[in-house]
């Protein structure tokens, strides 16, 4: 999830990027050595009001562990985020993007920060 030239946040579906190898006997693609600024285990115990458009609060990999929760942006997309999802979330100029938390369980997230001088390969 970026800002995109409009300043409107959308989606883009990325792999991991390079060819397979071969690690521990079997095939893998594999992003590696990724640093971390910030590492945040979030659970919430109810349900989030309806959140204005809005920006990451840091550059970050949001990884859904339990629940649901769907993102829509101004333009009109709208994802929904479940467990074992990745998401990196780096909109952070712009219109931003709404969070609904949604379905029967309480969200857990494993939020990971990133420094800004670093780039996912193949975005």
């Not at 995109?4 to 959308?10: E, I, K, L, Q, R």
């Not at 590492?39 to 859904?64: A, F, G």
Request: aromatic share 6%; glycine share 10%; proline share 9%.
């Amino acid at each position: 999830m970026y800002t995109a030239d409009s300043g409107d946040t959308t989606f883009a579906d990325i792999g991991i990027p390079g060819p397979p190898v071969w690690a521990e006997g079997v095939r893998n693609r594999m992003l590696r050595h990724i640093p971390a600024s910030t590492v945040n285990i979030i659970e919430l115990l109810d349900w989030r009001p309806q959140l204005e458009p809005h920006q990451p609060p840091r550059r970050q990999w949001v990884i859904i562990l339990q629940g649901a929760m769907e993102i829509s942006t101004a333009a009109g997309e709208r994802r929904r985020f479940g467990p074992g999802d990745c998401l990196l979330a780096e909109d952070m100029n712009g219109t931003g993007h709404r969070t609904d938390d949604v379905g029967d369980q309480r969200l857990v997230t494993l939020n990971i920060g990133l420094p800004s001088s670093w780039r996912c390969p193949g975005s």
